[in-house]
């Protein structure tokens, strides 16, 4: 049984694409995030939802959307890809806030923009 | 000065070695602190939450000092499967809601 679940699990598409991703979590959680693992490691977050309101919101470019339908679900739509957004997406998924329970990741999305 | 900074590695040990990470912050508010395991390629998973007072769990022992800001984990006796990246992460409470901050991880090479 998959805890926090991801598709697609690779992406390759051009400059100027839009693309979506989607993540899923089973585990009953109330809180959502989106990461960005970039080529140097770094995991840095972008998102979080808690029970579907947007409580963080990183320095991130507008083309990044995310999208939270449920408690169970957080989408992250990208407009106008660029080649920097080249990197690996992992959503993850907690009780309540970032720092009281455990972070669960989802398996990543690994996105090439060419 | 980064938020989380930690010696990249790798470290190269044989099976049974103890080897210790090392990693310092830079928020003095940061209330907790963290240590995930990531293998090449997958996703983190927590490997165990670090206390004041330190912790053990089996092989592995993590310590926080909060006077200097710094925090370490310890593996003893060094299994093949312990190969992995192992990321410092400290909460930022600033802004009204904890988030996470990771360091980029110090790799582990555990060798027959």
């Known amino acids: 049984d998959t805890a926090v679940s991801q598709t697609p699990k690779y992406l390759v598409t051009q400059m100027g694409n839009d693309k979506s991703i989607k993540c899923e979590q089973n585990?009953?959680?109330?809180?959502m995030y989106w990461y960005k693992q970039d080529s140097k490691k770094f995991l840095k977050i972008m998102f979080s939802?808690?029970?579907?309101?947007?409580?963080i919101n990183e320095t991130v470019p507008n083309r990044f959307s995310p999208k939270s339908p449920d408690k169970a679900h957080l989408n992250l739509h990208i407009n106008s890809l660029e080649l920097g957004d080249s990197a690996v997406y992992f959503c993850?998924?907690?009780?309540?806030?970032?720092?009281?329970?455990?972070?669960?990741f989802g398996p990543g999305t690994r996105l090439l923009v060419l | 000065r980064k938020e989380v900074e930690q010696d990249p590695g790798p470290f190269n040990v044989p099976e049974g070695a103890t080897v210790a990470f090392n990693c310092t912050y830079s928020?003095?508010?940061?209330?907790?602190f963290f240590w995930y395991r990531q293998d090449c390629r997958k996703e983190p998973k927590l490997l165990m939450s670090?206390?004041?007072s330190g912790n053990e769990d089996g092989r592995f022992t993590a310590q926080l000092n909060r006077a200097s800001q710094y925090i370490s984990l310890l593996i003893r006796d060094s299994k093949l499967s312990d190969s992995a990246t192992y990321l410092c992460?400290?909460?930022?409470?600033?802004?009204?809601?904890?988030?996470?901050?990771f360091g980029a991880g110090t790799r582990l090479a555990v060798h027959p």
């Open positions: 993850a998924s907690s009780h309540r806030g970032p720092s009281q329970e455990t972070q669960y």
């Open positions: 585990l009953g959680h109330d809180t």
């Open positions: 939802y808690n029970n579907k309101e947007l409580i």
């Open positions: 928020n003095s508010a940061s209330q907790s």
């Open positions: 670090v206390y004041s």
């Open positions: 992460v400290v909460n930022d409470p600033s802004g009204g809601y904890n988030k996470l901050i």
